[in-house]
């Protein structure tokens, strides 16, 4: 193959070989490793992510304290986050400082069981709140977190970048599909170039700078 140039084997057996390999393949990107060793790291925390249905008619007094946009209880170590949505579905993220191992020992398919153990880390907690974890109307979902370092970036390897996560995977802050869609815009333009090599060099370096200051606020927020 040429300089620049990469074979892309899909799932089915199919072969392309491409003048420009873009990685939008997320946390655990096989396209990074061309570019960069880093390896996402667990950050000490994970979200349980639960759904109340139409918590005006069922769970009224819940619904009053998340009220109409987004509420945060916080102490440190855990909290609840939950956030109203259409049809008054109150969407929550549990969030807990705990090791992976903590989480993989609760059964979560055992919806009763997986929420009394997390809904039991905040025993003292208002039951208006505990019920955003004892009543979901959906299996508990653990959401791990892991992130690459704040800074990431890599040299400019000839024919293949990364867009999203797979280049930036950061703690959630709010703006993580901003980014990726940024991303992605800014490279169509890129791509564009007479001068391929030199219009990605610019591309990275803006992302870079872009994704580190996303990077280091979502750090501070947590
Ligand atoms: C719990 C949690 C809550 C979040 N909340 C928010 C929020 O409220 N707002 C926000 O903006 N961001 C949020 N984020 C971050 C946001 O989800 C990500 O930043 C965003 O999804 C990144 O988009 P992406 O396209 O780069 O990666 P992804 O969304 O991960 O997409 C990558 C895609 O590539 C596919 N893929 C991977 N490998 C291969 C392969 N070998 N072949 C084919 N396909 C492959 C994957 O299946 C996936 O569909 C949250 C993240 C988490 C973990």
């Given at each position: 193959?040429?300089?620049g140039?990469?074979?892309?084997?899909?799932?089915?057996?199919?072969?392309?070989?491409?003048n420009l390999?873009v990685?939008?393949?997320?946390?655990?990107?096989?396209?990074?490793?061309?570019?960069?060793?880093?390896?996402?790291?667990?950050?000490?925390?994970?979200?349980?992510?639960?759904?109340?249905?139409?918590?005006?008619?069922?769970?009224?007094?819940?619904?009053?304290?998340?009220?109409?946009?987004?509420?945060?209880?916080?102490?440190?170590?855990?909290?609840?986050?939950?956030?109203?949505?259409?049809?008054?579905?109150?969407?929550?993220?549990?969030?807990?400082?705990?090791?992976?191992?903590?989480?993989?020992?609760?059964?979560?398919?055992?919806?009763?069981?997986?929420?009394?153990?997390?809904?039991?880390?905040?025993?003292?907690?208002?039951?208006?709140?505990?019920?955003?974890?004892?009543?979901?109307?959906?299996?508990?979902?653990?959401?791990?977190?892991?992130?690459?370092?704040?800074?990431?970036?890599?040299?400019r390897?000839p024919g293949v970048t990364?867009?999203?996560?797979?280049?930036?995977?950061?703690?959630?802050?709010?703006?993580?599909?901003?980014?990726?869609?940024?991303?992605g815009a800014e490279l169509a333009i890129a791509s564009r170039s007479d001068h391929l090599e030199t219009a990605l060099h610019e591309y990275e370096l803006a992302m870079?700078?872009?994704?580190?200051?996303?990077?280091?606020?979502?750090?501070?927020?947590?």
């Amino acid at each position: 193959m040429g300089e620049g140039q990469h074979e892309v084997t899909f799932g089915d057996g199919a072969h392309i070989v491409t003048n420009l390999l873009v990685g939008a393949d997320g946390a655990w990107s096989k396209t990074k490793p061309l570019l960069s060793d880093a390896a996402p790291e667990y950050t000490g925390m994970s979200l349980v992510e639960t759904y109340l249905y139409d918590s005006d008619a069922r769970f009224l007094a819940t619904a009053k304290v998340v009220g109409s946009g987004a509420l945060f209880a916080l102490q440190p170590g855990k909290g609840i986050q939950a956030h109203r949505e259409v049809n008054a579905t109150l969407h929550t993220y549990v969030m807990l400082t705990k090791s992976q191992s903590w989480f993989a020992s609760i059964d979560f398919n055992d919806r009763a069981g997986a929420a009394a153990c997390i809904a039991q880390q905040f025993a003292c907690w208002s039951p208006n709140l505990t019920a955003l974890i004892t009543e979901s109307d959906t299996e508990l979902v653990w959401r791990t977190l892991f992130t690459l370092q704040v800074e990431h970036s890599w040299n400019r390897v000839p024919g293949v970048t990364l867009i999203g996560d797979a280049a930036h995977l950061s703690i959630p802050n709010g703006e993580g599909a901003n980014l990726a869609l940024y991303d992605g815009a800014e490279l169509a333009i890129a791509s564009r170039s007479d001068h391929l090599e030199t219009a990605l060099h610019e591309y990275e370096l803006a992302m870079f700078q872009r994704s580190a200051r996303e990077a280091a606020e979502g750090n501070e927020m947590h």
